[in-house]
């Protein structure tokens, strides 16, 4: 029997623990303890992911949250180290790029015990992304990096990890599986006119006064050609709240995965800063605007089914109403054959 810890915390990271746990548990020989450091806390930020997903409750919730990035992800390695002492795991898996991604590997490493970073090898190339911190320090620990593109695996690559002594491989992306196995659960909207579906959280366009402006300004005047329907993130709310800047949009509280998938089905475009919305567009072979400099998803704007915008209101505007007009087909095969768990359940055990 092999004693798998999972740490997560962020809402991408219940998205993409969901199918590797179900798989996991139906393992004979794998038992897995899920440790919830806190990050995000709010029911439908975390507890509805785990009840739609059927995701296992967490042995440990440790609420860490609402702290600096240093108060924050010294806080985990504590209290994820004293739980990785007592269950001496034979295993640490984390996701993604979130302050739970990095203190949970660095618990775990320094006891050595071995850590599989699941959607390892990507890079912005932006040092100054908080993510790209915790993805390039998560993957210089880690035992296992399981890649979901050729270009994370080209990355590590270039970054001298032949040399290490590591096992890396490309098992396609688990968001891929999330998005097959719950497309029929999928919950369509409420409404029936056309809309775009806009998501924007990231640090870097949230917390410029400047940037946040231009972007609800570009999305007030596209609001006024096509409904824009946002699930908005509390950290947005947060700092439009502290701007005084209004959303004449649709603005809906943050919705749970069925509800993400049935708006992706239906929506005309997507418009986002989010890592896993930009792939999940391409899933639905919807056209998509990135509200960045750069992306680690490069193979979507090679193949022209995604465009990074500046936060210019007008090269928004100009870009949304382009990509209405484009039509996208999952074509490439670009983010595996959806059974990336399984491949990375062989690979540990
Ligand atoms: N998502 C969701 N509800 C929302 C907004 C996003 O379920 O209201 C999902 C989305 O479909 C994707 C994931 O959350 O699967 C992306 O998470 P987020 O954008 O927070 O993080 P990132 O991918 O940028 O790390």
């Known amino acids: 029997m092999k004693n798998i810890i999972t740490i997560l915390g962020a809402r991408p990271q219940f998205i993409k623990a969901a199918t590797l746990s179900k798989a996991l548990d139906e393992h004979p020989e794998a038992q897995e303890i899920l440790i919830h450091t806190g990050q995000h806390f709010d029911s439908n930020m975390s507890e509805i992911f785990f009840n739609q997903m059927s995701i296992p409750e967490p042995k440990y919730n440790l609420a860490i949250n609402n702290l600096g990035h240093g108060a924050m992800t010294g806080e985990m390695l504590k209290a994820t180290e004293k739980i990785l002492l007592d269950e001496k795991p034979d295993l640490v898996v984390v996701y993604g790029d979130t302050n739970s991604t990095l203190a949970g590997a660095l618990a775990a490493t320094k006891l050595h015990i071995p850590v599989a970073h699941v959607e390892a090898g990507l890079r912005s190339f932006n040092m100054h992304m908080p993510e790209e911190i915790n993805r390039i320090l998560t993957d210089r620990i880690s035992s296992f990096l399981f890649c979901p593109t050729e270009a994370a695996i080209n990355n590590l690559h270039n970054e001298g990890f032949k040399n290490f002594d590591v096992i890396i491989k490309n098992v396609g992306d688990v968001m891929f599986d999330a998005c097959r196995t719950f497309a029929l659960k999928a919950k369509p909207p409420q409404f029936s006119d056309p809309f775009i579906l806009v998501t ?48 004449k949009c649709a603005i809906v509280e943050p919705v749970g995965y069925l509800e993400m998938l049935g708006m992706l089905q239906k929506a005309k475009a997507i418009v986002t800063d989010s890592g896993g919305l930009q792939k999940e567009a391409y899933f639905h072979s919807k056209s998509c605007v990135t509200i960045r400099d750069q992306t680690e998803w490069v193979e979507l704007v090679e193949c022209g089914a995604n465009i990074l915008s500046s936060t210019n209101t007008a090269e928004i505007v100009q870009k949304v109403r382009y990509s209405l007009e484009k039509t996208i087909s999952l074509n490439p095969i670009l983010y595996g054959d959806g059974h990336a768990v399984d491949k990375i359940v062989n690979l540990l055990l």
């Not at 959280?201 to 609800?216: F, G, Q």
């Open 200 to 247: 924007i959280h990231r640090a870097e366009n949230t917390n410029d006064p400047s940037k946040l402006k231009a972007i609800v300004e570009a999305l007030n005047i596209l609001h006024q050609e096509i409904k824009v329907v946002i699930p908005l993130h509390p950290r947005t709310a947060q700092y439009l709240k502290k701007y005084g800047l209004t959303l």
